[in-house]
């Protein structure tokens, strides 16, 4: 059974960083997407920052030179986030699908198979 499990969030100032971590447990497929979305109340999840099986990594524009994701042997991933801003709030979810190759720009409102629970982030002014 996958699991996925952020840690990491809280809050912070504006400018400040952040770092999220997700535990991901059971993934037993060779292809992957994983990935980070945020979402904000009113709005749809969004992704932020994805790494594919390969290496390849995709970053969304809005967070582009200030976000940064990676992975670690065990598969588990990492947002760093940097010069933080308010517009950054909201809950932050890992995912992870076996199928979907995210290593282009189109992925950011695709459905994925398996969810964490999510993390808040808070960024003050």
């Known amino acids: 059974q996958v699991k996925l499990m952020e840690s990491g969030g809280g809050s912070a100032q504006a400018g400040g960083s952040l770092r999220l971590s997700c535990v991901v447990t059971?993934?037993?497929?060779?292809?992957?997407?994983m990935a980070w979305f945020r979402q904000v109340a009113g709005a749809r999840r969004e992704g932020i920052a994805s790494i594919v099986q390969t290496g390849a990594i995709s970053i969304n524009p809005s967070v582009k030179g200030r976000f940064a994701i990676s992975q670690d042997n065990a598969k588990n991933i990492y947002l760093e986030m940097n010069n933080l801003k308010p517009e950054d709030s909201g809950m932050y979810y890992c995912?992870?699908?076996?199928?979907?190759?995210?290593?282009?720009?189109?992925?950011?409102?695709?459905?994925?198979?398996?969810w964490g629970q999510g993390t808040q982030v808070t960024v003050g002014s």
């Open positions: 995912a992870a699908d076996p199928e979907k190759d995210c290593s282009g720009g189109y992925w950011f409102f695709w459905p994925f198979d398996y």
């Open positions: 059971g993934y037993y497929y060779s292809t992957y997407c």
